[in-house]
Structure formats: C-alpha cells, structure tokens
C-alpha cells in the first residue's frame, strides 16, 4: 500500500503503512517539539519515519517499539522483519535520530527510564492490549508530555476506542478526538492528550495498590 503524506518533505515518497491522519500528528508535534519520543507499533516506519524526520530539526529521537515478528495485530515470534523497518528508515536518512527496541510493548516499559515527550500508541489493536500499553507507558511520559492514539472507533478495531475512554476517565485525562474531512473511509478518529501532573499521580496511585 502506498500512502501520500502531507509531510514536511513532500517529495520523499511515504513508507507503506498506516500514518493515519498525519497532517494531525505532524502539526501536534510540531508544536509541541517533543525531544524523547516513543512509538508503539511501527511496522514498516510509515508513521516512524515523519515523525523522525520532524524532531530531528531540534534534535529529538524517535525510539520505536515492536515485535517485528510479521503479524501486524499482535506480538508472537521472533523479530523477522526488523531488517525492513531499519532499510526503511536508512533510506530516509532519520537512522540517526530512530532507535528500535524490538520486544512486546508492555515488557519493553518494564525497562524504560527517561520521561517521554511524545508517546503514539498503535500497536495492538485489541481493547486488553490497549489497556495494557497505556498503563505500562503513560506513567513515563513527563507532566505535560503528549499521547497519541490511532486507529480510534475504527469499525474493525472496536476495542480502541473503550480502551481509550476507561484509561482516560479512570485518570482525568480529557482526550481530544480529530476526524479528517471527509471521514476516513473506516471512521478512523486520531486521539490526543497532555498528560497532567495529577494524572501521574492517579497511575502511581494505582500502581501501590
Ligand atoms: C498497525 S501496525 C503499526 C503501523 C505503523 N504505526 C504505521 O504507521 O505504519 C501495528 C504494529 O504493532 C506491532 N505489534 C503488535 N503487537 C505488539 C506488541 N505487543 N508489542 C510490540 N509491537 C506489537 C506489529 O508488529 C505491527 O508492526
């Protein structure tokens, strides 16, 4: 599949993949101009490579996260197509800036330290697995640090869109929704938040318990 994408580089041909509503993200961050940023769900860079690319002009890095085991909704397997993802992104000239963790999303933030500007969410799909990468990754991102979610009320994932509503409720985070005009052919909403101070300490809240 190929994309087009209004990126800040328009003439480089987009990776295939899914950078669903990426004029959104890209105008997020850009002003947001987050430096430590973290994907979930990478595939073949379509939405890695933008995003690199962007943050690289203040010298921010993207590290993405994924199985790279071939299975595009679920980690399983070893990290076959890890070799596409890094052609990919040398091919695009942001090598420098993208680091790759290739583990499960929820075991890879067992071992993170350093507070995130920039979280994008699109790993697995499925509402358990959304949960999951929520509550093992929004605890890092700093106070006032951006998340980002795809694939949101699309009409064969329907376990996004829930899995964003508990999170965001159980924690006081107002998340803000975006639909493109005309509607994406799937109803695909991109979501959005900064996370608060109080919201960090909620998570911590309920870690202790
Ligand atoms: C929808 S694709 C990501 C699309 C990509 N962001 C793009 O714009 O093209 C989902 C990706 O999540 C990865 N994935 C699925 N479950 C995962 C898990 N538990 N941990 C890490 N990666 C996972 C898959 O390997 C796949 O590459």
């Known amino acids: ?96 800036n993208v680091r790759m963790i290739a583990a499960p999303s929820v075991e890879a933030a067992r071992w993170w330290r350093e507070p995130i500007d920039y979280l994008y969410v699109d790993a697995d799909h499925s509402y358990e697995a ?17 998340i980002v979610g795809d694939d949101y009320g699309h009409r064969n994932l329907p376990g996004v869109a829930p899995a964003w509503d508990e999170f965001c409720a159980q924690h006081g985070i107002r998340l803000e929704r975006h639909q493109s005009v005309p509607p994406h052919p799937d109803r695909i909403e991109v979501v959005y938040a900064t996370v608060e101070e109080s919201c960090l300490i909620s998570l911590k809240k309920k870690r202790s318990q």
């Open 1 to 96: 599949m190929r994309l087009t994408l209004a990126a800040t580089e328009p003439e480089i041909e987009a990776t295939p993949g899914w950078f669903n509503h990426g004029d959104r993200i890209l105008a997020l961050v850009e002003q947001q101009k987050p430096r430590v940023c973290v994907e979930l769900g990478s595939w073949m860079g379509a939405s890695a490579i933008p995003v690199a690319r962007a943050i690289r002009r203040w010298s921010g890095a993207l590290t993405c996260v994924d199985t790279w085991s071939g299975t595009v909704g679920h980690a399983g397997g070893a990290p076959m197509m890890v070799w596409s993802f890094a052609r990919n992104v040398f091919e695009a000239g942001v090598a420098g």
């Open 130 to 146: 959304v949960i999951a990468d929520l509550h093992a990754w929004v605890p890092h991102v700093r106070p006032g640090g951006l």
